[in-house]
């Protein structure tokens, strides 16, 4: 039986919540961090490259809860009702899906952000690792120009860190991150998880630290994907935050000071978390 774990966009909380949730599965028995595949899409490609570095869960959460293993991040709020009026002035009316990427992509190009060097390093220290591991991980990002969906893999011939950056780099944010002499956003702008990439799996687990619902329209919406993986006979569980969980990760994700509650509320969910497989 193959196993999946895909992850979802949540800003530096996401990673948190994500990296305790699978601690407190472990603790409960139900360590799958081991999965024969990993996709990861914005926070979850941060965690699912953390997976594959071979430190352990309990170090990899360490460095979620102990100030003198965080990473260096940048504090950063995105005003997500200016964003959608740029957007919105950006596209028009009647767009389809590939024009409200592209529309996303030209916002994300025009936006003045910090510099991509210091984001670059941001995602660096995030990294134990700046190797792809030898099994199974796709991240996914956007090329900004285009809208086109890019999937990076460790075939693909591009750094470890400039995947997870381009996989992580929220529009209006974030600069676009340049690999191949093209800009790429961040991999949210498909779906939230893109949960179709898990397909061929017998069993598949989604991890959404923001919920299910989609941040952008999109032609694979979790909620779909999530159908037609069960139709093809894959066990499918998405789990999302609980209460407490939604609360640690707060109004802003992207805030760093989110980082330890955020972890602490993720492993006391996923303690008391017992997985229901099914195909239904």
Same mark, same amino acid.
């Given at each position: 039986?193959?196993?999946?774990?895909?992850?979802?966009?949540?800003? =530096?909380?996401?990673?948190?919540?994500?990296?305790?949730?699978?601690?407190?599965?472990?603790?409960?028995?139900?360590?799958?961090?081991?999965?024969?595949?990993? =996709? +990861?899409? /914005? %926070?979850?490609? *941060?965690?699912?490259?953390?997976?594959?570095?071979? #430190?352990?869960?309990?170090?990899?959460?360490?460095?979620?809860?102990?100030?003198?293993?965080? /990473?260096?991040?940048?504090?950063?709020?995105?005003?997500?009702?200016?964003?959608?009026?740029?957007?919105? *002035?950006?596209?028009?009316?009647?767009?389809?899906?590939?024009?409200?990427? @592209?529309?996303?992509?030209?916002?994300? #190009?025009?936006?003045?952000?910090?510099?991509?060097?210091?984001?670059?390093?941001?995602?660096?220290?995030?990294?134990?690792?700046?190797?792809?591991?030898?099994?199974?991980?796709?991240?996914?990002?956007?090329? %900004?120009?285009? +809208?086109?969906?890019? &999937?990076?893999?460790?075939?693909?011939? &591009?750094?470890?860190?400039?995947?997870?950056?381009?996989?992580?780099?929220?529009? +209006?944010?974030?600069?676009?991150?340049?690999?191949? +002499?093209? @800009?790429?956003?961040?991999?949210?702008? @498909? /779906?939230?998880?893109?949960?179709?990439?898990?397909?061929?799996?017998?069993?598949?687990?989604?991890?959404?630290?923001?919920?299910?619902?989609?941040?952008?329209?999109?032609?694979?919406?979790?909620?779909?994907?999530?159908?037609?993986? @069960?139709?093809?006979?894959?066990?499918? =569980?998405?789990? %999302?935050?609980?209460?407490?969980?939604?609360?640690?990760?707060?109004?802003?994700?992207?805030?760093?000071?989110?980082?330890?509650?955020?972890?602490? *509320?993720?492993? *006391?969910?996923?303690?008391?978390?017992?997985?229901?497989?099914?195909?239904?």
């Amino acid at each position: 039986m193959t196993e999946a774990l895909v992850l979802g966009g949540g800003g =530096v909380g996401g990673i948190a919540w994500i990296t305790g949730l699978l601690a407190g599965l472990a603790d409960a028995g139900q360590d799958v961090s081991g999965a024969d595949l990993l =996709v +990861g899409t /914005s %926070a979850g490609s *941060a965690v699912a490259a953390q997976l594959g570095s071979g #430190l352990s869960l309990e170090e990899l959460y360490a460095r979620q809860v102990d100030p003198a293993l965080q /990473s260096e991040e940048i504090t950063a709020e995105m005003d997500l009702e200016k964003f959608a009026a740029e957007i919105g *002035a950006a596209m028009g009316s009647g767009a389809s899906v590939p024009e409200l990427r @592209r529309a996303v992509g030209r916002v994300a #190009l025009e936006t003045r952000t910090v510099a991509e060097s210091e984001r670059r390093a941001v995602i660096e220290s995030r990294l134990p690792s700046h190797g792809w591991p030898e099994r199974a991980l796709k991240i996914v990002a956007v090329e %900004a120009e285009s +809208g086109e969906p890019r &999937v990076f893999e460790r075939a693909s011939g &591009v750094p470890l860190v400039d995947a997870v950056a381009a996989s992580c780099a929220v529009p +209006g944010v974030w600069p676009p991150v340049t690999i191949g +002499g093209r @800009r790429y956003v961040d991999g949210g702008v @498909r /779906s939230i998880a893109n949960v179709d990439l898990a397909a061929g799996a017998d069993r598949v687990l989604v991890i959404v630290p923001l919920g299910p619902a989609e941040p952008f329209p999109s032609e694979q919406p979790l909620e779909r994907s999530v159908e037609e993986l @069960r139709a093809q006979g894959a066990e499918v =569980v998405v789990v %999302a935050p609980d209460e407490a969980s939604v609360a640690a990760i707060g109004t802003n994700a992207l805030d760093p000071a989110t980082r330890r509650p955020a972890a602490e *509320a993720g492993r *006391a969910q996923g303690r008391a978390l017992t997985l229901r497989w099914g195909r239904g």
